[in-house]
């Protein structure tokens, strides 16, 4: 069966310091992979997705960057960390098909970041 | 401009009632609806999809319907058990076209004893 990891569970960072959040897929291979940020009181907004190695799409302007160095591997950055950066962190993936929407997605336990 | 809308922020239901979620959304084209159920400090779980070629799904106590020229579709849960407590997010999609998957921005359900 597949399994999705995320850490670390929970972080507290400065302001201007840099992140890095890793998610980890087992039990499948060349799945989508996708970032999202749940803010407090809001839904899910997407960050990041990839359909493979290296492929990394970008769906809103911001302070972070993601990048996939291995197959099942999902790596979320960021150089300077801003207080607008705070919230609820989830890694998903999916299986690769015909588009990014033909299949359900699934989630990792989602990483907790404060900046403060 | 938000293409899946959960209008109701939040609901309350009586155990052993009948719980229903309802999304509405404005793309005709999306043919694939999904609902998620999300505990707090949790990732969301998948619940229950459907295809735009069937107007109902059930798996156990979920059901899905679809209402495809009302662009709607509702989860109802019966009977609601406290274990349902959570916020439920509709999402939609087009198979058929490299797009994602389009979520709502959930609602919470209260399971009341």
């Known amino acids: 069966s597949q399994t999705i990891h995320q850490w670390p569970a929970t972080l507290v960072q400065p302001v201007g310091s840099p992140l890095s959040l890793e998610c980890t897929v087992e039990?499948?291979?060349?799945?989508?992979l996708y970032w999202y940020r749940q803010a407090a009181g809001r839904g899910l907004q997407l960050l990041f997705y990839?359909?493979?190695?290296?492929?990394i799409s970008s769906e809103v302007p911001q302070n972070l960057s993601a990048s996939r160095p291995q197959d099942r591997q999902f790596i979320l950055s960021s150089k300077k960390l801003l207080l607008s950066d705070s919230g609820f962190y989830l890694c998903?993936?999916?299986?690769?098909?015909?588009?990014?929407?033909?299949?359900?997605?699934?989630f990792g336990p989602g990483t907790r970041l404060t900046v403060t | 401009d938000q293409q899946v809308k959960q209008n109701s922020p939040s609901l309350s239901v009586q155990e052993g009632r009948i719980s229903i979620l309802n999304c509405d959304y404005t793309?005709?084209?999306?043919?694939?609806f999904l609902w998620y159920k999300k505990y707090p400090a949790e990732g969301p779980t998948f619940l229950i999809s459907?295809?735009?070629?069937?107007d109902k799904n059930e798996d156990g106590r979920f059901t899905v319907f679809l209402n495809k020229s009302a662009k709607h579709l509702s989860l109802h849960i019966v009977p609601s058990q406290p274990g349902d407590s959570a916020v439920y997010f509709c999402?939609?999609?087009?198979?058929?076209?490299?797009?994602?998957?389009?979520f709502g921005k959930g609602t919470r359900l209260h399971i009341l004893p």
């Open positions: 990839s359909v493979g190695i290296g492929q």
């Open positions: 793309n005709s084209m999306f043919d694939y």
């Open positions: 459907i295809s735009s070629i069937k």
């Open positions: 999402a939609a999609s087009q198979t058929n076209r490299d797009d994602k998957i389009i």
């Open positions: 039990g499948t291979s060349n799945p989508n």
């Open positions: 998903a993936w999916s299986l690769s098909g015909p588009g990014l929407g033909a299949y359900e997605q699934y």
